[in-house]
């Protein structure tokens, strides 16, 4: 399940903008908003379905240190702002690219101060695999969940020294940032997350020793889970797993909820490729913001 899965998370790039630092530092996320689509496995959609206007935000590149090395990041948020809520954006496998940059567009927006770190960096960079197998074995699959708390740890500390909020915290990521939604809600501080068709249950590895399933005990805020009925890499029936754990797990895990969607399939609001559902994405969106609002964030 696990592979099929992520085969259908392959993603290619756009360009980008970059503000701080982004002019003279390479890093892997200035490749990646900054090199075009990369050859893809996949067929992808020539451009991105929307477009989020940087107009009254400030946004870019910026790095953070986490354990000697800088994690490259792209954030965005209201131009001014202080005291600002914050949103924490994970990727698909192929990290940081023009959708999520958009992504981040979108929350700023709403009046977020969103930031999506790179946590493929350390292992290489994703946009020169063409070839999933390869993508998954040498890059993905070598980044270990510890290491990925503690940049997202790093991003959350980054964002309370740029202007955020750390009383107000939320995480939302899509496939393989869906999975880590739901890790990062049972351990980071924060008060919300959004799960974006993330795997839920696995077997265990020694880099990724526990999958969602495994902590409704420990889980610390409540998550809303939105998938796709059609997903052929997460069955319902994973689903229906998740939701009985979480029936037994602590109140953050008892108050968290699923919404699956008819006849959708797997990356549903990812708006740059021919799996973009358009009718499920908005209401997937709407139902995000409200989760935070409703959960103190907003």
Known sequence: MFAAHQKDDFNSLLPGQSTEQGATRRTALKVALGAG???AA??????TAIKTSAEGLRSGEVSFEVNGFKVPAFFAAPAGGANLPVVLVVSEIFGVHEYIADTCRRFAKAGYLAIAPELFARQGDPQAYGEIAKLMSEVVAKVPDAQAMADLDGAVKWAGAHGGNLDKVAITGFCWGGRMTWLYAAQG???????WYGRLVGTPTALAPKNPVDLVGQLRAPVLGLYGEKDGGIPLTSVEQMKTALAQGTEAAKASQFVTYPDT???????YRPSYSKGPAEDGWARCLAWFKAHGVA
């Open 189 to 195: 501080p924060v008060k919300a997350g959004v799960a």
């Open 37 to 39: 689509y990369a050859a």
């Open 42 to 47: 996949l067929p992808i959609m020539a451009q």
């Open 265 to 271: 399939g797997h990356a549903f609001h990812a708006d």
